[in-house]
């Protein structure tokens, strides 16, 4: 090809342009030509452009492009046969044009197809605001059903969980089954059980739980009428604070004397809460405060420091009432005053209840927990759970209204024994058949 250049420069000079190339049976066929400055009028004969070209090219415009260069590579070879002058090559083509006719064919097919795309996508019909909420809503849809088909698979799963553990020790499952039908959570129920000893047989395994659970239950004793100081009693409303409150004055007034007890309450929002404390109050001869506010309750402490127990009676709000929170900011402004807290909780409230009333208060440091309502319940498990799992220990049991006789200490052993009696005689046992099948874990 460099030898042919030469030759084509040797022949028609320095500006002379290599056209085209083919092969032919003779040897190669070089088209060129050469810029004049002051060309002469050639007569061109006309030129019939293949039909495949024809077909390549879409429009009218590129048809006479290409016929045009057609022309100018016709004329340029008569040139370079005939020796005589052509045409400026930069004005048959342009000073920028391409150096054959197959790259100008090539160039043309893609600005052919740039404008393609460009007009596809201009025209590409833009998605209505309604289509697009459709599809939007369609995917939720779609999001939802996943997460549905996840939870049932998730279910499912559990259960074979569950299943493949009953059949590889199905006493195991046994005694699981019967401790979460006691109330007791299934994390704990599921962590007793697998202490038991493998040579146990149900009776004894059964008792050996029960021992766990009563050594996992932590108590205070008779701490409050034992300990000299200031106590509040916290809580959900209706769980029985005035009640307990009343019960313990009258039993500290009959170990100390009744002038060495008082009671205060800061229950500015119940009808008649001052009034039921103050009638209390004159049954067991000991003197009862009122307290507004923070200021008063400071002014109220300091008058009553010679007292050997001042107990604190506040008002009972729902988990998710705002004023729980200034109740309980309250009482920690006065911690100088060293204020012992207890939360009165009632035995027969659901597992979610009381762990939704010890998240409420997670913001006080709790001494212990007091149970009410011993005497209504069908199920301790659930209350012992709670107090197990948040390492609350339990220190008075009340299960009457009588003051001050229906309230005791706290005792992990009986709480256990209760829970065990309770479950006896109220909870369902799977089935009579199950009794049968299992006698010895009668209770």
């Given at each position: 090809?460099?030898?042919?250049?030469?030759?084509?420069?040797?022949?028609?000079?320095?500006?002379?342009?290599?056209?085209?190339?083919?092969?032919?049976?003779?040897?190669?066929?070089?088209?060129?030509?050469?810029?004049?400055?002051?060309?002469?009028?050639?007569?061109?004969?006309?030129?019939?452009?293949?039909?495949?070209?024809?077909?390549?090219?879409?429009?009218?415009?590129?048809?006479?492009?290409?016929?045009?260069?057609?022309?100018?590579?016709?004329?340029?070879?008569?040139?370079?046969?005939?020796?005589?002058?052509?045409?400026?090559?930069?004005?048959?083509?342009?000073?920028?044009?391409?150096?054959?006719?197959?790259?100008?064919?090539?160039?043309?097919?893609?600005?052919?197809?740039?404008?393609?795309?460009?007009?596809?996508?201009?025209?590409?019909?833009?998605?209505?605001?309604?289509?697009?909420?459709?599809?939007?809503?369609?995917?939720?849809?779609?999001?939802?059903?996943?997460?549905?088909?996840?939870?049932?698979?998730?279910?499912?799963?559990?259960?074979?969980?569950?299943?493949?553990?009953?059949?590889?020790?199905?006493?195991?499952?046994?005694?699981?089954?019967?401790?979460?039908?006691?109330?007791?959570?299934?994390?704990i129920a599921n962590e007793i059980v697998?202490?038991?000893?493998?040579?146990?047989?149900?009776?004894?395994?059964?008792?050996?739980?029960?021992?766990?659970?009563?050594?996992?239950?932590?108590?205070?004793?008779?701490?409050?009428?034992?300990?000299?100081?200031?106590?509040?009693?916290?809580?959900?409303?209706?769980?029985?604070?005035?009640?307990?409150?009343?019960?313990?004055?009258?039993?500290?007034?009959?170990?100390?004397?009744?002038?060495?007890?008082?009671?205060?309450?800061?229950?500015?929002?119940?009808?008649?809460?001052?009034?039921?404390?103050?009638?209390?109050?004159?049954?067991?001869?000991?003197?009862?405060?009122?307290?507004?506010?923070?200021?008063?309750?400071?002014d109220i402490l300091y008058q009553l420091?010679?007292?050997?127990?001042?107990?604190?009676?506040?008002?009972?709000?729902?988990?998710?009432?705002?004023?729980?929170?200034?109740?309980?900011?309250?009482?920690?402004?006065?911690?100088?005053?060293?204020?012992?807290?207890?939360?009165?909780?009632?035995?027969?409230?659901?597992?979610?209840?009381?762990?939704?009333?010890?998240?409420?208060?997670?913001?006080?440091?709790?001494?212990?927990?007091?149970?009410?309502?011993?005497?209504?319940?069908?199920?301790?498990?659930?209350?012992?759970?709670?107090?197990?799992?948040?390492?609350?220990?339990?220190?008075?049991?009340?299960?009457?209204?009588?003051?001050?006789?229906?309230?005791?200490?706290?005792?992990?052993?009986?709480?256990?024994?209760?829970?065990?009696?309770?479950?006896?005689?109220?909870?369902?046992?799977?089935?009579?058949?199950?009794?049968?099948?299992?006698?010895?874990?009668?209770?």
């Amino acid at each position: 090809m460099r030898d042919a250049l030469n030759q084509v420069k040797k022949e028609l000079g320095g500006d002379a342009v290599i056209m085209s190339n083919k092969k032919t049976s003779e040897g190669i066929e070089i088209v060129a030509a050469y810029d004049q400055a002051n060309p002469e009028p050639v007569n061109v004969p006309s030129f019939q452009i293949p039909k495949k070209a024809q077909a390549e090219k879409g429009s009218n415009a590129n048809y006479r492009q290409v016929q045009s260069t057609h022309q100018t590579a016709t004329k340029s070879q008569q040139v370079a046969s005939e020796g005589k002058s052509v045409p400026s090559l930069s004005e048959i083509i342009g000073d920028s044009g391409p150096d054959s006719l197959r790259e100008l064919l090539e160039k043309q097919n893609a600005d052919s197809t740039q404008t393609s795309n460009d007009n596809s996508f201009t025209n590409r019909p833009v998605k209505s605001t309604n289509e697009e909420v459709a599809s939007s809503s369609a995917i939720n849809d779609i999001r939802n059903e996943l997460n549905s088909l996840r939870n049932v698979l998730q279910f499912q799963v559990s259960g074979l969980i569950k299943q493949e553990r009953q059949r590889a020790n199905p006493l195991h499952g046994y005694l699981t089954s019967r401790l979460t039908e006691m109330g007791i959570s299934h994390h704990i129920a599921n962590e007793i059980v697998s202490y038991t000893p493998e040579d146990a047989d149900e009776r004894q395994s059964w008792l050996f739980l029960l021992k766990l659970l009563a050594n996992r239950i932590q108590t205070t004793g008779n701490a409050i009428l034992a300990e000299k100081g200031v106590v509040a009693l916290v809580g959900p409303t209706g769980t029985g604070k005035t009640t307990t409150i009343a019960k313990l004055a009258a039993r500290a007034a009959q170990k100390y004397g009744a002038e060495h007890v008082a009671m205060v309450t800061i229950d500015s929002y119940r009808i008649a809460a001052y009034e039921q404390l103050a009638t209390y109050g004159k049954i067991i001869g000991c003197n009862v405060k009122k307290a507004q506010n923070a200021e008063e309750l400071s002014d109220i402490l300091y008058q009553l420091r010679n007292k050997r127990l001042v107990l604190i009676d506040t008002a009972g709000f729902g988990q998710r009432d705002s004023r729980l929170i200034k109740q309980l900011d309250t009482l920690n402004q006065h911690s100088c005053a060293n204020i012992k807290k207890y939360v009165v909780i009632q035995a027969n409230a659901q597992y979610k209840v009381l762990e939704h009333t010890l998240d409420a208060f997670k913001a006080i440091d709790l001494q212990g927990c007091i149970l009410t309502k011993l005497d209504e319940s069908y199920s301790l498990g659930e209350a012992l759970s709670v107090a197990i799992e948040h390492k609350l220990a339990v220190s008075y049991l009340t299960d009457g209204q009588r003051v001050p006789e229906d309230i005791k200490v706290a005792d992990a052993k009986f709480l256990i024994s209760a829970a065990a009696k309770l479950y006896k005689k109220y909870g369902l046992i799977h089935t009579a058949k199950s009794e049968q099948k299992h006698p010895a874990m009668a209770i």
